[in-house]
């Protein structure tokens, strides 16, 4: 026990200031030994590339033999590895198939089987009904049963095909085309042409501007040659031409047979009537819908929903791409480039 | 004697409503991030007829990483046919400008530069010399020491899709976070200024600032508000003010992220720091009345965060005048006005107030997925200490409010020795 009062105090002092640095103790510690100084790497390299995980599984394949004569019974890191041909069909379990899958031909899976590992298809898969897959790598074309789900990705070398009532969770690819049934859900879709059952589309004549009435906003401001801000909604006059961009604290309603040569940014909603023309992008806080026999050729943009009926978006040389939080495809949609739905995408009949 | 105590007392009480208002405005953004919607419209455009764009590096004095910049700038994924790099070098009189040439040659018609020996010296004078020489659509600005990853190109240029977007503004990460404790500090503190504050300000339609890097600006919209001021010490702050006056919309994009270098000196941090707050303080003279008369134009919420962005350099003084007002009535022997409310107004802010930005901090870390660096929180103190003299300091000198003032290159000493290890993807692991 401290017999003076000097001794005391100095070590009261000592407990106060031990004390009060008692919270300071993690952070001296991170000082001295740091755990998490590092930069942070917050954005991935699979950030705006949908097919990154495929390419890497590709790589993968290569690297681990799956692509060659004989397929290894395990790969690399002892994940086991199941071969499916017509000569040694999967059967049907109950549980989920855990080990990794290599379709050695175009034979059918068992139907409502879960695979629960990603599989390489080094044929054309003819995907049966119900089949779950985690991740789906095919080398030709992919053809997904009804009611088949992808909880991950699927990438097809060739073309995609998906039937009626499926599940795309995740990323679905193609390098050529994407063609979905009705009642499909989606996340993200990218490839050469997606199309929305094989409904043949009527495109919207695209005609020298000359060949239209020109079109001026009567009232707002510009701000600049050819950049008008409207107060207000701004409906385009049906077969007029309209050389410039807008943006509009309103809706904008692009009628019948016009043509925009430019871009549109609505406040509020936007609405394409059928047959008319936007070489630009369109952007919306609210819904923006594309009527049978429109024509979009820039980004759409919505921070609400997206509603494309028998519509062409974007072109085989200059792909786009439409996004927001809900995306409704009818049929007939046709879209070079890709398709994001953040929340929910659906076709629908 | 009354008199004294009166205006103290007045004093007092606008100091807290003002310390009150910034406090609840922390709070507010951090909750936002934490509970609110993350608002991102551009992220998934991964598809499109990109614009033609001009990429510009203002340079002064920067041998020491400008090759780490046009490097990774070389290897974005933007069409080549649509893309001019154009290094900036006003007056530097390092090695700079050999290296310039070097790349001009060996990169003909992508790397253009623009060598400056005369004009009023400084970046918004530089850059708007160098953007007077082009009309793309797009033009974006990286600082010499910012290294871009990959697709950062696409992902800033996304947002002028949307034809009401005047500018754009990525994310800033530190890449020498692990040097010293002060780059510690600096990674925690823009963290909570990005992944909180300017994302916060996305999410509910504000001001989110377009920061002089890691960004760009229409060339349209630039045209409309007049182009750069050159006599500018922000000219960032200056600019995003002037697009959100005449209606053009400033966007965050929180997932295109940038490394950068962070000053790895407290001489450095506060030369930086000085030069923010005497930037902010003359755009607050400048736009002020013109923000809060424009109410008819601009959503209320949208003046209110504007004048309080711009007012943010001020709050130090706020303080300073708080304690001297406190100090006046308490030796004057005069209780303020409602004592008790007073000192529970003080009293709360000293518990709550002043830890809002701690809390923003904390909360950037959790959304980061970084929760170890948390530990290094309690120094923050330390880092905010420092800045709150330099901001006080500067927010006093003449510069920071009075016109005419010449313009110099004000540049953050860089550090880095050798190329920076950050790897073909900007770094990203």
């Known amino acids: ?349 | 004697m009354n008199t004294l105590v009166a205006f103290a007392n007045i004093g007092l009480w606008v100091c807290i409503v003002i310390l009150a208002i910034y406090t609840l405005r922390h709070y507010f953004f951090t909750l936002n991030r934490l509970f609110g919607r993350h608002r991102q419209p551009f992220v998934d455009v991964i598809q499109a007829d990109w614009p033609s764009l001009v990429v510009f590096v203002p340079a002064h004095n920067e041998e020491r990483v400008i090759r780490d910049s046009l490097d990774a700038l070389l290897t974005c994924d933007y069409p080549e046919d649509r893309l001019k790099i154009v290094p900036v070098d006003d007056r530097s009189t390092d090695d700079t400008r050999n290296i310039l040439k070097e790349y001009a040659e060996n990169y003909p018609g992508r790397i253009i530069p623009f060598l400056r020996d005369e004009g009023i010296p400084g970046k918004a004078a530089a850059l708007a010399d160098a953007m007077a020489l082009h009309q793309d659509e797009i033009f974006l600005v990286f600082d010499a020491d910012y290294i871009p990853g990959e697709r950062l190109l696409k992902q800033l240029v996304a947002p002028f899709f949307d034809a009401e977007v005047g500018a754009v503004m990525g994310r800033v990460v530190p890449l020498n976070v692990g040097l010293s404790l002060l780059t510690r500090l600096l990674d925690l503190e823009r963290a909570g200024g990005y992944q909180v504050d300017q994302q916060a300000r996305m999410n509910l339609r504000l001001v989110p600032q377009y920061g002089g890097t890691v960004g760009g600006v229409r060339r349209a919209a630039l045209e409309h508000v007049g182009g750069w001021n050159v006599d500018s010490l922000a000219e960032d702050t200056d600019l995003t003010v002037r697009l959100v006056i005449a209606g053009w919309e400033v966007v965050y994009q929180n997932r295109s992220e940038c490394y950068e270098e962070v000053p790895e000196t407290w001489e450095s941090r506060i030369r930086q720091i000085k030069r923010w707050a005497k930037g902010h303080n003359q755009a607050l003279r400048r736009y002020v009345a013109a923000l809060l008369t424009n109410r008819s134009r601009l959503p209320l919420a949208q003046v209110l965060d504007g004048a309080l962005l711009l007012g943010v350099f001020v709050v130090p003084l706020v303080l300073a005048v708080g304690w001297l007002c406190t100090i006046i009535l308490f030796f004057a022997g005069y209780p303020p006005e409602w004592g008790r409310f007073t000192v529970l107004a003080i009293s709360s802010f000293n518990t709550v107030g002043n830890f809002a930005a701690f809390f923003q901090v904390a909360a950037a870390s959790r959304l980061d997925g970084s929760r170890e660096r948390i530990r290094m929180l309690p120094f923050l103190f330390l880092g905010f200490l420092v800045s709150t003299f330099a901001v006080g300091r500067a927010s006093l000198s003449r510069a920071s409010w009075l016109r005419g003032r010449p313009v110099q290159w004000q540049k953050t000493e860089r550090h880095r020795e050798g190329r920076a290890n950050v790897g073909g993807n900007g770094g990203r692991a």
């Open chain 1, 1 to 349: 026990m401290p017999n003076s009062p000097g001794m005391a105090f100095a070590l009261l002092l000592l407990a106060l200031i031990a004390w009060m640095a008692l919270p300071l103790l993690p952070a001296f510690m991170e000082l001295l030994r740091p755990r998490d100084a590092a930069p942070l790497s917050a954005v991935g390299n699979d950030a705006g590339k949908l097919t990154y995980f495929a390419d890497s599984f590709t790589k993968r394949a290569q690297r681990e033999g799956l692509l060659g004569t004989m397929v290894p019974p395990r790969l690399g890191d002892g994940t086991p590895v199941l071969s499916h041909s017509q000569a040694a069909p999967l059967v049907k379990q109950r549980k989920p198939i855990e080990d990794m899958v290599v379709l050695m031909d175009s034979t059918p899976l068992p139907e409502d089987c879960e695979l629960a590992t990603e599989v390489l298809a080094r044929l054309t898969v003819r995907g049966s009904n119900g089949v779950v897959y985690r991740a789906l790598l095919g080398q030709r074309d992919v053809y997904l049963g009804e009611r088949s789900t992808v909880l991950r990705w699927v990438h097809a070398k060739g073309r995609l095909e998906v039937a009626n009532n499926c599940r795309l969770l995740g990323r679905a690819t193609a390098e050529r085309t994407i063609v979905l049934g009705t009642n499909v859900t989606f996340e993200r879709l990218e490839a050469g042409v997606i199309r929305v059952t094989d409904v043949e589309t009527a495109e919207a004549p695209v005609l020298p501007t000359g060949a239209y009435e020109r079109f001026v906003p009567s009232y707002g401001k510009q701000l600049a040659p050819a950049y008008w801000r409207i107060d207000g909604g701004l409906p385009i006059t049906a077969g007029s031409a309209f050389i410039g961009s807008a943006i509009a604290t309103g809706s904008i309603v692009v009628n019948d047979g016009a043509r925009v040569t430019g871009s549109l940014k609505a406040h509020d909603e936007i609405i394409v009537r059928s047959g008319a023309v936007v070489t630009g992008s369109l952007s919306a806080r609210k819904r923006i819908t594309l009527e049978r026999g429109a024509r979009v050729s820039g980004p759409i943009i919505s921070e609400e929903a997206i509603v494309v009926e028998a519509v062409v978006v974007g072109s085989s040389t200059k792909p786009t791409t439409v996004t927001a939080p809900v995306v409704r495809l009818l049929p007939g949609a046709t879209i070079y480039g890709a398709v994001m739905a953040s929340e929910n995408g659906l076709t629908v009949a």
